[in-house]
Nanobody, 122 residues
Framework: DVQLVESGGGSVQVGGSLRLSCVASGDTIGRYCMGWFRQIPDKEREGVAGIESDGSTSYADSVKGRFTISQDAENMVFLQTNSLEPEDSAMYYC??????????????????WGQGTQVTVS
């Protein structure tokens, strides 16, 4: 099993930046796809970015050019968020366990989830 803990959320002004972090424990994350999702109340959880075990990345159209997903060689995955907009306000969740080549933005592909970190842009 993999346990995921997110951090780095907060309140930021429009145009600002945040760097979200996710620490994984219990297994080596290099074996898995990793991803970031976000959710606002009464809406479905939506895929923001994914990174496969070979380092290839994918992004939602709404964040392309503004957000960057990365991971280190150990057990952390990051989401650098720039040029934040009010529409980016949401609870952000780290995800792990989707197979390479999966439909990364489909939340049903993912096996492990963190508890989330709140991002508020105003």
């Amino acid at each position: 099993d993999v346990q995921l803990v997110e951090s780095g959320g907060g309140s930021v002004q429009v145009g600002g930046s945040l760097r979200l972090s996710c620490v994984a424990s219990g297994d080596t994350i290099g074996r898995y796809c990793m991803g970031w999702f976000r959710q606002i109340p009464d809406k479905e959880r939506e895929g923001v970015a994914g990174i496969e075990s070979d380092g290839s990345t994918s992004y939602a159209d709404s964040v392309k050019g503004r957000f960057t997903i990365s991971q280190d060689a150990e057990n952390m995955v990051f989401l650098q968020t720039n040029s934040l907009e009010p529409e980016d306000s949401a609870m952000y969740y780290c995800a792990a366990g989707a197979p390479d080549g999966a439909t990364w933005y489909d939340r049903n592909e993912w096996k492990y989830w963190g508890q989330g970190t709140q991002v508020t842009v105003s």
